[in-house]
């Protein structure tokens, strides 16, 4: 059974926009840290974004990370994005947002991000 149900990955130009969606259970969301990591091609998965429980949101360089409480639901906002930032980005739910994988409990099943050159 999908616990975490991503969407809005696609193909975008380099210095274009794109938002991610992650919406998961009211049981996932009111217990879990909520974040997102990526993985590019022939690398290893790197955190992204995440916040706790008490966090609205977190922004880091060109991305912002938000939550909307009333649809269990997380984004990803991605601007200015370039080429170095393909990768698969998964959603992701931990007991604690250390940015590492093995505090996860919960993964979506990923959604491509491809920014072309």
């Known amino acids: 059974q999908v616990q975490l149900v991503e969407s809005g990955g696609g193909l975008v130009q380099a210095g274009g926009s794109l938002r991610l969606s992650c919406r998961t259970s009211?049981?996932?969301?009111?217990?879990?840290?909520m974040g997102w990591f990526r993985q590019a091609p022939g690398k290893e998965r790197e955190f992204v974004l995440g916040?706790?429980?008490s966090n609205v949101g977190a922004v880091k360089d060109r991305f912002t990370i938000s939550r909307d409480n009333a649809k269990n639901t997380i984004y990803l906002q991605m601007n200015s994005l370039k080429p170095e930032d393909t990768a698969v980005y998964y959603c992701?739910?931990?007991?604690?947002?250390?940015?590492?994988?093995?505090?996860?409990?919960?993964w979506g099943q990923g959604t491509q991000v491809t920014v072309s050159s």
């Open positions: 992701a739910a931990s007991t604690v947002m250390s940015g590492r994988e093995v505090d996860v409990t919960y």
């Open positions: 009211g049981r996932i969301f009111s217990s879990y840290a």
């Open positions: 916040f706790s429980l």
